[in-house]
């Protein structure tokens, strides 16, 4: 489904830092989405921190994603 950005809620992450984003964001233009993020049904993000920031700075307004039946 795809979800808007900024409706994403991202919490205090493991990684501290997202590293160099040009790769993935050359990989998304090229090839788009290949894997979609993770997040609760309450817009929580689980996984796709990286994925989300290189859309985001792509500047695209919704991404991929797939809602895990999760409580948070």
Do not use: H
Request: glycine share 6%; proline share 1%; with cysteine.
């Amino acid at each position: 489904m795809q979800i808007y950005i900024d409706s994403i809620v991202i919490r205090k992450r493991t990684r501290k830092s997202l590293g160099d984003l040009s790769s993935l964001m050359e990989s998304l233009t090229k090839f788009g989405q290949l894997c979609p993020i993770l997040i609760t049904r309450n817009s929580f993000l689980i996984a796709g921190n990286r994925r989300i920031e290189s859309a985001r700075r792509l500047g695209w307004k919704t991404i991929n994603a797939i809602v895990i039946d999760k409580e948070t």
